[in-house]
Structure formats: C-alpha cells, structure tokens
C-alpha cells in the first residue's frame, strides 16, 4: 500500500529535527560546500539549529551570497517552518495511480500538485507551492479524509508524476476539475456546496452575539493542526470545545475571517488588523480583527475579533450606581464647562459611562455635541461623531476643527499626547466642557498624570489643571453574582479585618463554584460598576494643592476631605450587599492572599 510506505517516509522526515531537514536539504541541493559540511556535526541539534538561523540570517540580508533563488528561499523557510519537502517523492513515496485520478489531469496541471494516496484515514498530496493555504485549504475541502499530509516537492516532479503515472481512461470530462470516484465514497464533490469554513466562522461570530461577548479567540493548537475558540464574557475567558476543532486546520478559518476582515490572506508573517460590520439597526455589530503569527509555524495564526455593539443598552441607572453615588455622579457632570475625566484601566467600561452621559446631554438637544475616538464604540444619534484614523485625523486635529464649529461639549476617546491635553485645557477654559478617559489607576491621579504630560511644545501650567479640571470619575468592573444560586457563607476574620467590620457572624452571599443553568454554571453573570469621584471644585484649597504639586498621597488626602467617595467602599458595598462575587473584590484591590485563603476554605467545606 502507497500509504503504508508514505507514512513510514513521513515519520521518519518527522523524527528529524528542524535543523538537521534544513541541513539534509541545503546539503542535497549543493548549498554547503563538503568542506563545511565536514566541519559540522550533523548529530548536534543545537550546533546544527545555530548554524541554520546565521544561514538564514546571512539569506535575508543578501540571497546573492549562496546564490539561491527565490524559490528555494521559500523552500528552506518552509522546512525550516517544520513543514515536510522531499526532493524526490516520486521515488521515496510511491504513487498510487488510482489515488492520482482523485482529481482531474488539468487540475493537477494548473495547480501543481498530486494526490500521491488516498484513503479516508489519510490522504497523501504533493505539492509545488505548499505554502499555498488557499490551494491546501481547497484541496482539503475536497478530499474528505480525516488527515490530511502535504509534501512539497520541485515541480519538475510533480511534472515527472503526471506524464508517468496517469491512468488512461482517468482523462477529464469536459468542464470538470474533479472527478467522482464512487467508490472511494467520502469524497465531497459538490463544488457549489457551500464552503465550509464559511459556516464555522458564521457559527462562531453567531455564537459570540448570543453570548454577548466581546472578544472571539481562534487559536492554533499545534503544529499539525487544530485550533480552539474562547470568547470574553462578562470579562473572563471562557473556552468553547464545540466550537473549536482538535485536528482541522485553522487556516482556512483564519483566512475566511481575514476576507472578512479586508485583510491581506496570504499574508502570513505579520500582524494584520482590519474589521466588517454585522448585522444591521438595533443589532448592528462592528467586528474589528486583529491577526497574529506564531511560533507554531507558517500561516497558523491566531485571530481575535472584537465585537462592538454600537447601539446603547446602558443608561446612567443601569451602570451600577447607588441612589447616593448617581446624586453625587450628576453633581460632578454638572457643571457648565471645564474637563471631566473618567479613568481605569482597558475594558473598564469607561467608554460606557462616557456615552450614558452624553445620552442624557443629547436627550436634553439644546447642546452641539461632538466626539472623537479610536475606535468609535457606540453610535450617538445626536451628536457628530469622528474616527480618529491613523496618521490623517488624530484626536488634536478634531478636537481644533470642533473648536471651531461651535461646539457645547465635546468628547475626546483618550488624553494620550501632550497636544490633546493641551488643546483639552484652552477649550475649557474659553467656556465648554470636554469629556475624556485617562489611564490612572484612581481618581485624584488624574492631576499628576496630566501634569506630566506636557512637553515642550505643548506645556501643561498646573493653574490651568486647577482651573479647568473639574472632576475625576475612576471605575471597574465587579463580576455580579447569578441571583439563582448565590451561596451564603460566613465571613473570614481576615475578611472582617479588611471590611472593617467586627468579626463574628457576619454572611455574605458568593459564587456557587457549581452553578446552574440560569449562569450555564458559572455562577455568575453579568457585571457592575464600582466608582470613584471627585469633585475637584469642592476640594479645599484646590488651586493650592494643584499649584504646590504636592505628593500624589496628599492629593488623595485632599481629596477625601472634599468629599471625594471611594472605589473601595463602592466595591465593599456590593460585596455586603450580596450583588458582587468576592474573587473579583479582592482581584480588584490585589487581595491575592486573602482570595486564595477564601478559595482554600471554601474548597475544604
Ligand atoms: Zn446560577
């Protein structure tokens, strides 16, 4: 059987490293003189994989050296990517002839390959152009085995198998590339039938807006193959085996994506990013992707696409606000001009809370409202809303243009270049307010983080901070306990410590580790915000303590006595409350050793 001696040829190219199929091939293909050869010890791994990555090294910077073409270039790049070439396939492998008509002659011809065997196990196919994932993509689709093996070959070879090993009578009919062969039944021939990597990756994104999640990983698996999906929930990452595939190739799904995405397919060595809309109206989604090689080899990329739900389903009520703390949020927002800055780290919903507010402004519609941002995520109807984009639009540019296009309040997506700051602090001084995000870890770090941003150009005068800065909103997100199956459990005395409350008999409600099929067993769903906020004009001596650019601890003081609240007792009342998970209190604060001492109690019940 061809597939018997095949798979004893593969396995043993397998067995060998990298470096010494990289080795064997520059050898047979005359690249290294005998007199270096010699001077190499074939069996030395690491000295072998040294002396090929200086050989590629030398390669790039000047092919001309060993005066290799091109194509053999690839070739070694190929192998050395622990992909399978042999020389000579026709003779080291063999070739069942019946296996070669699995396809028509001229399809063979054009594109270069040969199905060398075939059975529903595993399939064996010579190639010109392995790196061809478009080629490889469509021949797996196909012949429907369960592996699928590509060997690269010359294709002067490929050439040699067609004209030698062709059977008569196999010859194409008209108009076919593939031929039926009855009996080798599990062969898909159906060219209109829809592509199958279509389907999967509209499974996946399908999935993901069901779920509601934000982010879609595909990931590779290994080097032969498969890949696994996981989605963002609620800000955990979740795995989802039925969606991923242990041994089908990932490229033709990442590729599907990538055209989806307006990438460049056969690009496959550098990150990529790119992004479609879904849907349309109420469900509209915007898709944003981003592509990443890895080391597992050429064209096994991982990609992650990022759903945007550009319609609102927040309001300023639904974001987690106590009574109290909506009161005092309104207070800080309403003011009638100056620089309002919501802050916390990537994916803290800071965006969120921007919109919700700008929602009750547009609602009010005696305002003109303008946005900039990287990258939009909600529709405003409303307001004027613009991109930032690269190199042409960058927040400074808008943030002049709306300076002049009689703006009321204007919103920045981020402060992260001295000119914005800059700009930030004319504009609301010369009477508008501005809304931005900053990345600080709390709220009255705002000021030291803007002060050292300027530079020379654009210098930042703590006066203008005192004057234009009005208030600081700093937020996270807590993960909301299933209100079907939350446990009660009593309070740890290190807890009690941290709380501040006496020890003693205090309960609170956590995670059910177990679940139930209203969270689909996570125990938890959904998440809220915790806040911080200041108001900065209700801060004594405010200018004061701007002005002397004090330590960043004797703002914090100021602060509190102006009556700044804070993230911790924000959190802590939700955490006595019953509303919020405890692992994602103590993660918040850095409270590793009292969430590991919780998990270890709890495990120990
Ligand atoms: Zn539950």
């Known amino acids: 059987m061809a597939n018997a001696v095949a798979n004893k040829h593969i396995e043993k190219i397998r067995s060998l490293s990298v470096a010494k199929r990289c080795y064997l091939w520059l050898l047979d293909r005359g690249y290294i003189r005998r007199d270096v050869a010699n001077s190499i010890s074939e069996d030395n791994d690491v000295a072998l994989m040294a002396f090929i990555k200086k050989f590629l090294e030398k390669i790039h910077k000047d092919p001309d050296e060993f005066r290799m073409n091109h194509e053999d270039i690839r070739i070694l790049e190929f192998i050395y990517d622990g992909e399978i070439w042999i020389e000579d396939v026709e003779n080291v492998i063999g070739v069942n002839p019946e296996s070669l008509s699995l396809f028509t002659r001229d399809f063979c011809k054009t594109r270069k390959i040969a199905c060398l065997s075939f059975s529903p196990e595993e399939s064996v196919i010579a190639v010109a152009e392995p790196w061809n994932y478009a080629l490889k993509d469509e021949i797996t689709r196909r012949v429907n085995s369960k592996t699928h093996t590509f060997i690269g070959t010359p294709r002067k070879t490929i050439e040699n198998i067609l004209q030698h090993h062709w059977i008569r009578g196999a010859e194409d009919a008209e108009g076919r590339e593939f031929i039926k062969v009855s009996e080798m039944g599990s062969i898909s021939s159906s060219r209109s039938s829809e592509d199958s990597s279509h389907i999967l990756v509209d499974q996946i994104i399908q999935r993901g807006i069901s779920e509601n999640a934000s982010d879609i990983h ?32 990932i490229e033709p799904i990442v590729a599907r994506v990538k055209i989806l995405g307006k990438m460049r397919v056969q690009e496959v060595r550098v990150p990529q990013d790119g992004g479609f809309p879904r849907g349309s109206g109420h469900h509209a989604i915007d898709c944003r992707v981003a592509s990443l090689p890895s080391v597992l080899g050429q064209g096994k990329e991982k990609v992650v696409m990022r759903l945007l739900r550009p319609t609102m389903e927040e309001s300023l009520r639904t974001l987690g606000f106590e009574e109290d703390e909506l009161d005092y949020f309104k207070d800080v927002f309403s003011c009638p001009n100056g620089i309002i800055l919501v802050t916390g780290p990537t994916g803290s919903g800071k965006s969120t809370t921007l919109h919700c507010v700008l ?17 939009v995520e909600y529709r405003l109807p409303g307001a004027h809303q613009v991109q930032v984009l690269r190199g042409v639009v960058e927040f400074p540019h808008a943030f002049r243009a709306f300076l002049r296009a009689d703006p009321d309040i204007i919103m920045v997506g981020e402060m992260r270049d001295a000119e914005t700051v800059h700009v930030a602090l004319q504009a609301a001084i010369t009477g508008h307010l501005v ?65 501040g409350i006496p020890p003693g008999s205090k309960k609170i409600f956590d995670i059910n580790p177990s679940g139930c099929s209203e969270c689909r067993h996570r125990g938890v769903v959904g998440r809220t915000a915790i806040f911080e906020m200041v108001n900065f004009q209700r801060v004594p001596n405010w200018d004061s303590v701007v002005n002397e650019n004090v330590s960043h601890e004797a703002i914090r003081k100021a602060c509190l006595e102006g009556g700044m609240k804070t993230l911790f007792d924000s959190a802590r009342r939700k955490l006595l409350g019953g509303t919020v998970s405890s692992r994602s209190f103590y993660n918040t604060f850095g409270m590793m050793t009292i969430r590991s001492k919780v998990e270890k109690t709890a495990g120990s019940l």
């Open 218 to 249: 595909i990931e590779p698996l290994r080097e032969s193959g498969g890949y696994s999906v996981k989605m963002r929930v609620d800000g955990r990452l979740y795995p989802f085996p039925e969606l991923g595939s242990p041994s089908d190739p």
């Open 359 to 375: 929602q009750e402004f547009v609602a009010k519609k005696e305002f003109s409202i303008y946005t900039v941002e990287d990258p």
């Open 435 to 499: 809304f931005s995000t900053l990345h600080t870890n709390d709220a009255p770090s705002v000021v030291p983080r803007l002060l050292a941003m300027g530079d020379a150009n654009f210098v930042v005068e703590p006066y203008l901070i005192a004057s234009a800065l009005r208030g600081a909103v700093a937020q996270r997100l807590l993960e909301t306990l299933c209100p079907h199956c939350k446990l009660e459990r009593l309070l740890l005395p290190e807890e009690c410590k941290v709380l």
